[in-house]
C-alpha cells in the first residue's frame, strides 16, 4: 500500500458556502477559514452553493461529480460537511470514489434531525453512507446516542463550534436584547413580535438577518420595542452581539440541531432566550440562558421580563455564559478534528506514525 510521506495532510471540504446566509453556510465557511490557518494542512474546498435542483441540474451535478472526482485523487482525507437530503446522494457518490482510491471519508451531517427521517429508501441509504463512513460525525448528543443504538462504531459529537470572540464586559441588568437570523415564521418571529410589547424598563430587541416566507420590514410597522436593523455579514456579528445584553431566538422548527447564532452569543459571553426544541437543551440550561416553549408567546414574554427586570438572574447567567463559550470553541474542535484525521490515516496505514 502507498505510504504518503508528505507532513501536510490534504483535505477535501466539500459544502456549501454562503451566500445566502445560513446555518449550514456560515458553520461550512468557519470551519474552512480556521483549520486554513494551519500550516500543516492543505485544504481544497468544493463549493456545492448553486448545485441544488433547479435549471440545469443534471449539468450542474455532472460537472460537481467531475470537479470532486479530480480532487479526491490529490488528497488523503475527504470531508463532506452536508445537509441531511445530501447525504444518500452525494454522500454515496463520495463515499464510493473514496473506497476506489482508498481515501479516509468523513462525513459530518448539519442540523440534529435523525436522517431515517427521509423516508424508507432515502433514510436507509443515509444510514448506509453513514455508517461505512470512517468518521460520522453527528451534531447533537441525542443523534449520536440513536447512532450507537443502531450498532455504529464510527460516530463522534462534533457540535457546531464558533471562534471565541472577546467577551462582553460586566453588565448589571439587560435592558437590549438582539435576535440574529433568518426571519420566517419557523423561527419564531411573530411569536417574538408579540411578546416584545409592554417589555419592562425600556426594554428594546433588535433584528437583524434576511427574510423569508414572504415577509418583509413591514412586520414591524408601528412596533416601537422591537425593530429591524437589516442584515449582517458573519464576520459583523460578534461585533453587533456586543453592543447587546441578551440574545434571544424563539425557534419552533423541530430541525434545530445546535443554532450558530445562539453559540456566537456564548462566544462573546452573552446569555440567551430560547425553546425547548431539538438540540438548544443540550446547549443552553439554567446557567446560561433561559428556555420556553416553542409557539408559547406567554412563556416567551415571561422569560423576556424575568432577563430584564431579575438583576441578579443575569448576573448569573453572564456568567454561566462565559464557562460555556469554551465548549464550542471553533479553535478547540478544529485541532480535534486535525488530530482525529491524522489517527484514521495511521488506522488505515496511509501515513506512517
Not at 37 to 57: A, M, P, S, Y
Not at 96 to 122: H, M, P, Q
Not at 147 to 176: D, E, I, M
Request: charged share 20%.
Amino acid at each position: 500500500m502507498k505510504i504518503v510521506n508528505e507532513n501536510k495532510l490534504k483535505i477535501l471540504a466539500i459544502g456549501f458556502l454562503p451566500p445566502p446566509l445560513g446555518g449550514v453556510s456560515v458553520s461550512f465557511k468557519i470551519f474552512c477559514d480556521t483549520i486554513s490557518k494551519h500550516e500543516d494542512i492543505k485544504l481544497t474546498v468544493v463549493n456545492l452553493t448553486g448545485t441544488r435542483k433547479g435549471k440545469f441540474f443534471l449539468k450542474k451535478m455532472f460537472v460537481l461529480f467531475t470537479q470532486i472526482w479530480t480532487h479526491v485523487v490529490n488528497c488523503n482525507i475527504v470531508m463532506l460537511y452536508c445537509a441531511t437530503p445530501q447525504i444518500p446522494t452525494l454522500g454515496l457518490a463520495t463515499l464510493a470514489l473514496c473506497r476506489v482510491y482508498n481515501k479516509v471519508f468523513i462525513l459530518r451531517k448539519a442540523a440534529g434531525t435523525d436522517y431515517l427521517a427521509l423516508g424508507f429508501f432515502s433514510g436507509r441509504l443515509s444510514s448506509f453512507v453513514a455508517k461505512r463512513s470512517d468518521l460520522f460525525l453527528a451534531q447533537t448528543k441525542h443523534l449520536v446516542k440513536l447512532c450507537q443504538l443502531r450498532g455504529f462504531k464510527n460516530v463522534h459529537w462534533y457540535p457546531t463550534h464558533r471562534p471565541a470572540g472577546k467577551l462582553l464586559g460586566f453588565k448589571s441588568r439587560c435592558q437590549r436584547l438582539v435576535f440574529i437570523g433568518q426571519v420566517r415564521q419557523s423561527k419564531g418571529i411573530f411569536e417574538l413580535i408579540e411578546a416584545a410589547n409592554g417589555l419592562p424598563n425600556g426594554g428594546l430587541i433588535d433584528v437583524y438577518g434576511p427574510f423569508f416566507d414572504v415577509l418583509s420590514e413591514d412586520i414591524f410597522r408601528n412596533k416601537s420595542q422591537i425593530h429591524y436593523r437589516g442584515i449582517l455579514e458573519p464576520d459583523q456579528v460578534q461585533d453587533k452581539l456586543r453592543e447587546y445584553d441578551a440574545f434571544v431566538l424563539p425557534t419552533k422548527a423541530d430541525t434545530e440541531g445546535y443554532p450558530g447564532a445562539i453559540l456566537e452569543a456564548l462566544s462573546v459571553g452573552l446569555p440567551c432566550i430560547s425553546t425547548a426544541i431539538g438540540g438548544i437543551s443540550e446547549i443552553l440550561d439554567e446557567r446560561c440562558g433561559i428556555l420556553a416553549p416553542p409557539g408559547n408567546v406567554d412563556a416567551l414574554k415571561a422569560a423576556l421580563h424575568r432577563m430584564i427586570l431579575d438583576e441578579s438572574l443575569y448576573r448569573h447567567l453572564c456568567k454561566g455564559a462565559y464557562d460555556a463559550r469554551n465548549n464550542f470553541s471553533a479553535e478547540y474542535w478544529t485541532n480535534w478534528f486535525i488530530e482525529k484525521c491524522k489517527q484514521l490515516l495511521i488506522d488505515k496505514n496511509i501515513i506512517n506514525k
